[in-house]
C-alpha cells in the first residue's frame, strides 16, 4: 500500500510538439506511448480502461478526481485494456464502493500500463484541441520531440483492429433471433444489449469470410466499434458489403465508417475527437435531440455519400458531423455514437429495438 501511495516516482508526458509535463507514475513501471485522447466523461473511467477502441491511446480524462469508486468485475468492456496509459489530474488511492475490488492503479500494474498523475489536464485538453492530434510518451525520463515523432511515425501505418479483435467465433446463447457481431474491437455491453433482447450472438473475427458468415444462417449482421484509422479495412469491404446487402445490418462507430467505406465513403480524421457522454445528437426525422456517449477520431465524410445508396440519419448538434446512416432500401443502418453507453447515458437503446424489428420484419417475409 506504500509503494501504491507513493507511486514509482517522477514520470513525464513527452508531446512530439516538445512540451514536456511532469506527474507520478503509478500503474505499471513501463512506458507508454500513443496519440494523446481527451474524454469528457465524470465517471466510467473502468470501462474507458477496458474498451478496445481506445488501442494504441494515451487518453487524458478532463474531469478532475478518477479511481474513487474503484474498480470491480462486472464492468469490463473485454478481458484486457489496449490503451498505453493514462493521464490524471488526482488519482484516489482509497476507493468507497461496495463492490469495488481494487484500485484503479493495482489494474493498471496488472494489466500493464502506466497512469500519470497530477498533471493539469486542462492544459493538455486545450493542447489537443489547439493543435490537433498529438503523439506523446509516458516515460520516467523527459525524451527529445525528435524521439517521440520517430515512434509516431513508426506505429502510423499499423492497423490496430487485428490485434483486439476475437482470435476465434464466440457464441452467447438465446432464445430470439440470430446475431452475428463481426468483431472489429467490440465492446462487450454490446454483446449484453443483444443478449438482453433475447438474441443469440455470435462474435466472429474481423476477417472472417462471407462464406463463414452465410454458414451460421445470421438473422442479422452487425459491425462494432474499434481503434484506429477506418480505410485501413478497406481491403475488406467489398467482402463485408456482399453480406450486408443479404442480412439485416447495424454498424456502430467504427462500423457506422466501415459501412460508409463499403459504398464509396470516405472518412476522415477529426481534429480531437469525440469522447465522453455528453455529445448532443440530432435524429433528422424526428427532429428530436438525444444526448450520446461517444469515442471515435475519424468521421465520415457527408460530401463522400452524395452518389451513393445511403443517407445520412443523424447529425451531430456541435459540428454538424456524420452520426448516423441509412440505406435507401434496404434494412441497413449506422451510428456514429454508442447506443449501448456503459458509460454514459442510454437515450438510445431504441436504436437496438429497431435493429431487432427489421430483423423480424425480413424473417416475416421471408417465411411468409
Known amino acids: 500500500m506504500d509503494r501504491e501511495n507513493k507511486g514509482f ?6 508531446l512530439e510538439s516538445g512540451e514536456v509535463f511532469t506527474g507520478t507514475l503509478y500503474g505499471a513501471p ?24 481506445f488501442a494504441g491511446q494515451i487518453v487524458t480524462f478532463t474531469y478532475p478526481l478518477i479511481g474513487n469508486y474503484g474498480i470491480n468485475e462486472k464492468d469490463y468492456e473485454a478481458a484486457k485494456p489496449a490503451l ?25 500494474e496488472e494489466f500493464g500500463f502506466p497512469i500519470l ?15 490537433g492530434p498529438l503523439f506523446g510518451v509516458i516515460s520516467d525520463q523527459p525524451m527529445k520531440a525528435e524521439e ?27 432464445t ?6 463481426v468483431d472489429l474491437g467490440m465492446k462487450q455491453s454490446i454483446v449484453d444489449a443483444l443478449l438482453a433482447l433475447g438474441c443469440r450472438v455470435t462474435v466472429v473475427p474481423f476477417d472472417t469470410s462471407i462464406e463463414q458468415i452465410n454458414s451460421l444462417s445470421p438473422d442479422g449482421l452487425m459491425f462494432s466499434n474499434g481503434p484506429g484509422d477506418p480505410e485501413h479495412l478497406l481491403a475488406y469491404c467489398s467482402e463485408w458489403r456482399k453480406a450486408v446487402e443479404q442480412y439485416p445490418t447495424l454498424g456502430i462507430c467504427l462500423g457506422h465508417q466501415v459501412l460508409a467505406l463499403m459504398y464509396g465513403g470516405k ?15 440530432k435524429d433528422l426525422v424526428t427532429g428530436k435531440v438525444y444526448m450520446t456517449s461517444q469515442n471515435h477520431g475519424y468521421v465520415v465524410k457527408e460530401e463522400s455519400l452524395e452518389a451513393s445508396e ?29 447506443p449501448e453507453a456503459h458509460p454514459g447515458p442510454s437515450d438510445t437503446s431504441h436504436i437496438f429495438h429497431q435493429f431487432l424489428k427489421s430483423m423480424r420484419e425480413v424473417g416475416a417475409k421471408t417465411y411468409a
Request: net charge positive.
Open 9 to 14: 516516482g517522477t514520470g513525464y508526458l513527452t
Open 30 to 53: 513501463m512506458n507508454g506511448f500513443g496519440e494523446v485522447v481527451f474524454t469528457t466523461g465524470m465517471t466510467g473511467y473502468q470501462e474507458v480502461m477496458s474498451d478496445p477502441s
Open 84 to 108: 498505453t496509459g493514462m493521464i490524471v489530474s488526482e488519482l484516489c488511492l482509497e476507493p468507497s464502493h461496495y463492490e469495488s475490488t481494487k484500485t484503479l492503479a493495482e489494474a493498471a
Open 117 to 131: 498523475v497530477g498533471i493539469d489536464t486542462r492544459t493538455i485538453t486545450k493542447r489537443v484541441r489547439q493543435n
Open 148 to 174: 517521440v515523432v520517430s515512434l509516431r511515425n513508426k506505429h502510423a501505418k499499423k492497423s490496430l483492429v487485428a490485434n483486439v479483435s476475437s482470435q476465434q467465433i464466440e457464441r452467447y446463447p438465446g
Open 176 to 181: 430470439g433471433e440470430h446475431v452475428v457481431l
Open 267 to 281: 472518412t476522415e480524421k477529426l481534429a480531437y475527437g469525440h469522447r465522453g457522454g455528453n455529445h448532443p445528437v
Open 310 to 338: 445511403l443517407i445520412v440519419s443523424y447529425r451531430n448538434v456541435n459540428d454538424g458531423s456524420v452520426e448516423g446512416l441509412r440505406h435507401k432500401s434496404l434494412p441497413v443502418c449506422s451510428v456514429q455514437y454508442h
